[in-house]
Structure formats: C-alpha cells, structure tokens
C-alpha cells in the first residue's frame, strides 16, 4: 500500500453466476480524508463495501484496507476497521453501558481497558444520565452518537459508516457530522455511503458508482464545476441517468 493510502483498491470485481455487480472498480482512499461512497440502489456499493469490510471476497481484483489484503486477510481487516450501519448498530434491549462493553468485548479489547473506554464515552458523550437506560428507550440523536463512538472504541484506523444518517432530523445529522469532521482531525478516515446529496458537499471527496462501475471520482467542488451544477444532487442526477439497472 502506497504511503499515505489507507484504502488502495485495483481492479476489484465481484460477480453472482452471470450477473457483474462490482465491475473492475479501482479507487484509493487517504489516511484521515472523509471519502463519500455514492450510488443509486442497485449500483454495487453495498457490494463493493462489504468487500471492503472484509465480508465478502472479491470474484477478482487486488487492494488493501488498513494494510491488509482483501483477498486472503478478511479477519485482520475486520479487526482494524470500524463500522457502522443505520440498519443494525446497537442492541436496544441491552442497556447503554453494555452496548459499549460488548462491543468492546467483540472487537478484542482486554477487559480493564474496555472498562476504561466505556466510562471514557459516556463522559465524552455527556451520557451519565443514559448510561443505564435501555438503547431502545433513548433520543435517536443519542442512539446515533453511541454507536459512532463504539464503532471507534477500539481505535481503528478506519470507520466506515453505512448510510448512518437515515431517517434522522437534519439538526441531528449536522451534528453527527460534527463527530465525523472531530474524528477526522485525529488522523482517522471515514468511508461513508448516503442517500442525501447535500452530506456529499461536506466529504472531501466522493465516487459515484453506476451499473457496478466507477464513473466519477474528484472534491465536490471540482465535480460541480465539471459538470456545471449547483449542487451535488444535481451532479448524480445527471450521472446516474444513464444507469440500465433499475
């Protein structure tokens, strides 16, 4: 991995029977940058991210994630990374403390050090007055900086967060993003997917997939001036019209 990339990939490629979901897509990622990883449904980067994640194997293709191999280091990875979705991030029935103790507990920290860190969040997080609620009965907003903050617990280099935003208020996406620029500012880099256009404007870049294929990758900025938009959702529009797959 070429210094300064925390995510290199080259050429991956995933297939189902005859079916190409990822097609030969090949992108780099930098240590501490907020990379937005954009697509219509049925664009191949639930697939592509899963790969990534060290979930799933590549059909072919080379890269490396927090400087392991895609193809045949998938445990090493998941123990390096972060991750984070809006479908599934914490236990609602557990309480809040042990959401963090547990996960903690699964991504192989020693017990006095998840001790430490459980107390550290809930300070850092002004929680002391959740810590022993049920997730399930907490604020949405609070569910949402929990588990970006788990997903940090074990220091990684890298998170990477699955549409984390979905269905929140827009006051409390802005400030999720305020905990995303503060994690950045200490070195850590964020792969983020989105359906809302306007979180694209705030990565430091962004790739837009369409058909299982890369079509753009570049700062919003540089985007918008290439394809004379306003705005980013008017960017995707404008790529993603051509898109066979529905």
């Keep these: 991995m070429e210094s300064g990339h925390i995510i290199e990939i080259r050429g991956l490629t995933k297939k189902f029977g005859t079916f190409t979901a ?140 699955d549409e984390p935003t979905g269905g929140v208020d827009p006051e409390t996406r802005r400030k999720f993003w305020e905990m995303i620029y503060e994690a950045s500012d200490r070195g850590i880099t964020i792969f983020v997917t989105t359906h809302y256009m306007d979180e694209a404007e705030y990565c430091d870049r962004v790739s837009i997939m369409v058909d299982g294929q890369i079509v753009a990758v570049d700062s919003p900025k540089v985007l918008k001036e290439k394809y004379a938009a306003e705005n980013m959702d008017v960017v995707f529009r404008t790529l993603a019209r051509g898109s066979i797959r529905q």
């Design 22 to 161: 990822v097609d030969h897509i090949s992108f780099e990622v930098g240590k501490g940058e907020i990379f937005g990883f954009l697509g219509a449904n049925g664009a191949g980067k639930t697939t592509a991210m899963k790969i990534l994640c060290g979930l799933s194997k590549p059909t072919s293709g080379e890269g490396k994630v927090a400087g392991f191999s895609i193809n045949g280091e998938q445990e090493k990875i998941k123990r390096h990374i972060g991750y984070m979705s809006q479908k599934f991030s914490l236990y609602a029935d557990l309480k809040v403390w042990e959401n963090i103790r547990l996960f903690g507990g699964i991504y192989g920290l020693k017990r006095k050090v998840i001790a430490e860190r459980t107390d550290a969040i809930i300070q850092s997080l002004g929680m002391q007055d959740w810590k022993d609620s049920l997730v399930g009965s907490i604020p949405q907003g609070w569910k949402q900086k929990l588990a970006f903050s788990i997903a940090m617990i074990h220091e990684p280099q890298i998170v990477f967060l």
